[in-house]
C-alpha cells in the first residue's frame, strides 16, 4: 500500500466510504452524473472514489486510452503540488 497515502488521515474515512464526497453532479454539458474521485497510480487501491489505471497487460485500446487520459490527469495533480 502506498505509505503516505495510508498513513494520512484520508485513507480509512475513504476505505470505510465515511469521507462524506460531495453528491455525484453531471459533468458540464452531461447529464448522467459522475462520482467525485481521487486520480492516483498503480501503487493504490481500487474503491469507488479512487481511480487508477489498468494493469499493463492486456488492455483493449480502451483501456490504453482510460490509461492516457488518466496519467495526463494526474500529471496536472502532481505538477499543481509539485510532486514526481
Known sequence: MNG???N???A???EDDTLNFP???PL???TKPAPHVIVAD???CLSSHILKP???RYMTR???VFNYRLSRARHVVENTWYIG
Open 42 to 44: 498503480a501503487a493504490f
Open 54 to 56: 489498468y494493469s499493463l
Open 4 to 6: 503516505v497515502f495510508w
Open 12 to 14: 480509512k474515512p475513504i
Open 23 to 25: 453528491e455525484d453532479k
Open 62 to 64: 480502451e483501456q490504453r
Open 28 to 30: 458540464p454539458g452531461r
Open 8 to 10: 494520512s488521515g484520508l
